[in-house]
Nanobody, 115 residues
Framework: VQLVESGGGLVQPGGSLRLSCVGS????????MSWYRQAPGKERELVAA????????NYADSVKGRFLISRDNAKNTVYLQMNSLKPEDTAVYYC?????????WGQGTQVTVSS
């Protein structure tokens, strides 16, 4: 199992970024996928989650209305569209999969929101 994130970077407050996570080594369409983030000195927290069927999503209160999670099962990819970014969104963002009772994480992608 492998998860590879991309799309992070430096953006000004109010800007947008789209993160991507490509999964391999498992049947992507069969599993829920999610995004977490970890800011310096803070615990890792759930940002957004998407069921395998695409019929349910879940967002942290702090990102509701600004972030959108989506997936393309044909490309084995889950996305996180981040709009109206704030300095407090600065963190390393991780793609997550729970597979046969084991947590799998990508390597993380840094998102920095600063003027």
């Amino acid at each position: 199992v492998q998860l590879v994130e991309s799309g992070g970077g430096l953006v000004q407050p109010g800007g947008s970024l789209r993160l991507s996570c490509v999964g391999s080594g498992f049947t992507f369409r069969m599993y829920d996928m999610s995004w977490y983030r970890q800011a310096p000195g803070k615990e890792r927290e759930l940002v957004a989650a998407f069921t395998r069927a695409g019929d349910r999503t879940n967002y942290a209160d702090s990102v509701k209305g600004r972030f959108l999670i989506s997936r393309d099962n044909a490309k084995n990819t889950v996305y996180l569209q981040m709009n109206s970014l704030k300095p407090e969104d600065t963190a390393v963002y991780y793609c997550h999969l729970l597979f046969w009772g084991t947590d799998y994480w990508g390597q993380g992608t840094q998102v920095t929101v600063s003027s």
